[in-house]
């Protein structure tokens, strides 16, 4: 693991700042330590007095925890509902607080709601969906844009204790059925189009192409956002507003298991096929809360602003569930960074003095690019905190974000987790954890985390090895949608015996036991912060009639992380030509979505395989990379393919 070795030789530290320690919830190394050790030593203790002390239970639970590897119950017997959680329960002390600031792409166009506001919006859509006859249990698929009613759609299906899934926005009608098809959804909720850098994404198209082929779906709910015309099945789709004008007032919060599915999400794995990561209840919305709260040392006034789209899964934690059940103020914004310019998001601190801000290491190498002038323009002393996640942050990164937006004064906090562990797993406490640039740190309470080897042997300081979490966390995921076979052989069966969750990650620990995770180990890639398989997008590139092979790897990119190229071998007669290579990333992205265009396809003569057939990917990883030494080839069955490949190159 070559690749974190100039991360092993930053040498900076950033001890947290005395005034912020001083204030915070935990503000010291030694006070980090106890919790940690105590989370460790008596897990069910810790996580019950939590549990306790940070839900509103409608009935308490018998049991803090059953393992029976892989599987997980957490709090069972205990009764509760999320959406009561996040709302109404904070009626009386936080009524007339702002849940929800709201910003739209277009500038100008602004909506504030209040927690009282915001109760009453998802009473009244929960309303709606019952009225559809929609009951607990059933799956509810959400593509929509970044607006308030996405959020109250969420918290509607789990006030009702409906399932829900929802779609990035990005994806195209494909991926829309895939996953519709996959959950069995009976309803889809969607919008007439979203904005995005001025244009109008055709949402309701999307769902309409998919649906065409979703034989569960018998509702499509359209909210009207651009007012653009969409086609209309009066059998099957319904406007929001008839809807909740006609649904009867309020729906009260049904109490649900402790165990009851919250949602499904699906995300990019090794097959062709994206996985439905299930989450439930109550240990979800345990450990969204308890990170929302000690990760970002949540005060009463601040305002917090997570920039993920709800369609991911940071989106669900750090947008809508962490932030409301917290009590806090959220910021959701619907567009793109750089419209109408590279300052929005930036004018947009400084207009809602927002204190935290947390982003992904692609979006701060983007503002690295377009340039210190565009933050300048604009106040940023409100601010009091910084996080990272989704990717590793370069140190040269991470000193640009420190300086620039956090002006040497706010701590940041790189989050190391997944959709799997549906809550932050290591990472700083700004109050407590002093930082290095390009580490996530240490491990939250009731991680218990290591760096090992195929034997599963601890390999300690200096050496690279698989990061693996030895026992169960509230917040994991209990199976995958329909495939527990593929949740035991994907997480849990490399080290069965010893009942470990294998992250897929490739990390090292350093002699102060601080994490660095150097990326996937597995045909995962992380392009721009976005999770994609690259068999997902070799199979895409198959579907296409010209395509005989394809290979999928990604290459270095200096903003996106990573970027995608595509080998490609094309039947005979079939001109390999511009207007092809073209044609090829188009159909990826009909197949998928944008997030999935190569930024580069090869024609190749043939790929290198091994004896036994299997493509030797490490081959084509250091050609793409532009690579003058490539790895070892002593298993490749026809060496003239590698020469013909560069020259193709
Ligand atoms: O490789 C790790 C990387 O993102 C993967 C999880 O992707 P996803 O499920 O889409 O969730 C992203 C947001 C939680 C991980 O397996 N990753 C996430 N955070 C970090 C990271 N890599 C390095 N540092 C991080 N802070």
Redesign the pocket.
């Known amino acids: 693991m070559t690749d974190l070795d100039p991360l092993l030789d930053e040498q900076r530290r950033f001890p947290p700042p005395p005034e912020f320690a001083r204030d915070a919830r935990i503000g010291s190394m030694d006070e980090y330590r106890r919790l940690y050790r105590e989370s460790i030593a008596d897990p069910e203790g810790f996580w019950g007095r939590l549990a306790e002390a940070e839900i509103d239970w409608i009935e308490p639970w018998d049991r803090v925890l059953t393992w029976d590897p892989p599987h997980a119950r957490w709090f069972e017997g205990g009764m509760l509902n999320v959406s009561a959680n996040c709302l109404d329960r904070h009626l009386e002390t936080r009524g007339h607080k702002v849940a929800i600031h709201w910003v739209g792409e277009p500038p100008g166009e602004q909506r504030t709601l209040t927690y009282r506001e915001l109760h009453a919006a998802v009473e009244r859509f929960a309303a709606a969906l019952e009225s559809l006859g929609l009951l607990a249990g059933d799956r509810v698929a959400i593509y929509m844009p970044m607006v308030p009613e996405t959020a109250i759609a969420m918290l509607a299906c789990a006030r009702l204790g409906l399932v829900h899934s929802v779609i990035f926005g990005g994806f195209s009608a494909e991926a829309i059925k895939d996953r519709v098809n996959d959950a069995g959804a009976k309803a889809v909720l969607t919008a007439d189009g979203g904005w995005r850098r001025g244009k109008i994404v055709p949402l309701k198209d999307n769902v309409d192409e998919a649906v065409a082929e979703c034989p569960t779906v018998e509702h499509v709910v359209v909210l009207r956002r651009t007012g653009v015309e969409v086609a209309w099945n009066d059998e099957r789709d319904v406007w929001w507003s008839d809807l909740v004008r006609d649904a009867p007032r309020g729906a009260p919060p049904a109490a649900v298991d402790a165990e009851h599915p919250l949602f499904i999400l699906y ?1 990019s794995g090794t097959t062709g096929k994206p996985k439905g990561i299930l989450h439930t209840s109550g240990g979800y919305l345990l450990g969204a809360t308890l990170t929302m709260k000690s990760v970002f040392d949540l005060k009463e006034d601040d305002v917090f602003w997570c920039t993920a789209d709800v369609g ?3 989106g669900h934690s750090y947008v809508v569930y962490g932030p409301l059940a917290a009590g806090a103020t959220a910021i959701m914004y619907e567009g793109a960074p750089d419209h109408p310019e590279p300052d929005r998001l930036w004018e947009i601190v400084a207009d809602l003095e927002v204190t935290i801000f947390y982003t992904a290491p692609t979006a701060i190498r983007a503002f690295m690019k377009w340039g210190e002038e565009w933050p300048a323009k604009h106040d940023l002393s409100s601010l009091r905190l910084l996080g ?6 370069n140190p040269a990164a991470w000193m640009w974000y420190h300086r620039v937006i956090g002006k040497e004064r706010c701590p940041i906090v ?7 562990t549906g809550s932050i797993m290591i990472t700083p406490l700004p109050g407590a954890v002093p930082t290095k640039p390009g580490s ?1 740190t240490v491990p939250f309470f009731g991680v218990d985390a290591d760096v090992v080897d195929d034997a599963g042997e601890s390999v300690g300081p200096g050496s690279g090895g698989y990061l693996v979490i030895k026992r169960p966390w509230p917040s994991m995921l209990r199976t995958l949608w329909g495939d527990d076979e593929r949740y035991r052989s994907q997480y849990w069966s490399r080290y069965e015996e010893r009942g470990w969750y294998f ?3 490739g990390a090292q620990i350093d002699e102060d036991g601080y994490v660095w ?1 150097v ?2 180990v597995d045909d995962v890639i ?1 392009v721009a912060g976005h ?1 994609l398989g690259t068999a997902e997008i070799e199979s895409a590139l198959v579907s296409h009639e010209a395509v005989v092979e394809a290979a999928v790897v990604a290459r270095p990119d200096e903003i996106k992380g990573q970027a995608i190229v595509a080998f490609v071998t094309v039947g005979g007669g079939v001109e390999s030509d511009e207007t092809l290579r073209s044609e090829l990333r188009e159909h990826v992205v009909r197949r998928i979505g944008a997030l999935a265009r190569p930024a580069e396809v090869r024609f190749a003569q043939a790929l290198p395989k091994t004896r036994s057939g299997k493509i030797m990917r490490r081959l084509l990883k250091d050609i793409a990379a532009g690579k003058e030494e490539i790895g070892d080839t002593t298993t490749l069955e026809d060496y003239s393919v590698l020469a013909t490949l560069r020259q193709e190159a």
Request: proline share 4%.
């Open positions: 995300t991911w899964v940071t990272t996640v989704g990717e590793p942050i790189d989050t190391w987790w997944q959709t799997e996530a992250t897929g990650d995770i990326g996937r992380n999770r």
